[in-house]
């Protein structure tokens, strides 16, 4: 071969081997989702083999579609993110004519339930209206005026309007403390799962109903999205991030911790659900091992689903 065909030769093997180097690196489009997807759950499952207990997610970007599961689909403890499902039910029976945000609750000693909130600390016999309440149970997760929405609400017409959204799963099956149980709570399989029940994959899908503007009308689900903006609890996901907006609501039980939202980050806002039960210790600190867990993971969905 002359050293003029050889030279040929080359180039067009450097060529062919740059094309098929530049064929095997994700582009930054939504086509890109198999090789991203592949290193995403490297990263995510690296996390969590370093946790002591149980962790179920589901994230999606909500411009471009991209998701990452990981137990999207087992049936979780809600803790009070379940709220979030009450939260929607008051809104649409105000919007049905069926309630009026002016409504009074009365508050009575007996009312009274321990856990977060401010609410126990009212005297006896106050009054608050169906909108107080439904703030106070977003930014402050108070567990009484839980209670005092759903007297007026009733747990079976949250599960109903879970069921008109089309989540299957997501139940809430008592007030908080116990009474008011619903026909979901009466089922011996659900007891185990407390005040809620839901999956992560269906938290997501609610919650993209909200940022879609597709819960009760758009006004609406901007007005719910805003309420959840201002909830005061930020230990879980997006823990880190500062001048980020956070559309969030958590929860916490013993050996629990959830938090499911929305992160309007710079690359696209990433709809998240991410329970961690199960853990090995109780530890009622901001840096209980599920929130510190939820911060990282929040960040590695961001990245891993964010458009570049």
């Not at 321990?114 to 107080?132: F, K, P, Y």
């Not at 997501?170 to 026909?183: I, Q």
């Amino acid at each position: 071969m002359t050293p003029g065909k050889t030279f040929c030769v080359l180039l067009i093997l450097m060529f062919c081997a740059n094309a098929l180097a530049q064929s095997q690196t994700p582009s930054s489009g939504s086509e890109s989702s198999r090789p991203v997807s592949t290193e995403l759950d490297a990263r995510v499952r690296a996390e969590i083999a370093q946790f002591k207990g149980k962790v179920s997610l589901f994230a999606k970007n909500l411009d471009t579609g991209a998701s990452y599961g990981f137990g999207a689909d087992e049936r979780v403890r809600t803790a009070s993110t379940i709220k979030v499902a009450i939260m929607v039910e008051a809104f649409a029976r105000v919007a049905e004519g069926r309630a009026r945000w002016s409504d009074e609750l009365v508050l009575t000693d007996a009312k009274k339930v321990s856990g977060s909130g401010v609410m126990r600390e009212m005297s006896d016999g106050l009054r608050i209206t169906l909108r107080d309440a439904v703030n106070l149970m977003i930014v402050v997760s108070d567990n009484t005026a839980t209670n005092l929405a759903l007297d007026l609400l009733t747990t079976d017409a949250v599960n109903e309007r879970m069921e008109r959204l089309g989540l299957k799963q997501t139940r809430v099956l008592r007030k908080v403390g116990g009474g008011g149980v619903s026909r979901a709570g009466e089922d011996p399989a659900n007891k185990p799962f407390g005040l809620g029940i839901t999956t992560p994959r269906e938290m997501v899908a609610l919650l993209e109903k909200l940022h879609r503007g597709e819960v009760v009308s758009p006004a609406a689900s901007k007005e719910m999205i805003e309420l959840l903006k201002r909830q005061q609890d930020r230990t879980g996901i997006g823990r880190t991030l500062r001048g980020i907006p956070i559309a969030n609501k958590p929860g916490a039980l013993d050996r629990l911790r959830s938090d499911v939202g929305i992160i309007y980050s710079r690359q696209g806002p990433i709809a998240m659900a991410i329970t961690c039960d199960d853990i090995a210790e109780i530890e009622w600190t901001v840096e209980n091992p599920g929130y510190l867990l939820m911060s990282r993971l929040s960040l590695i969905l961001i990245d891993g689903l964010g458009s570049r």
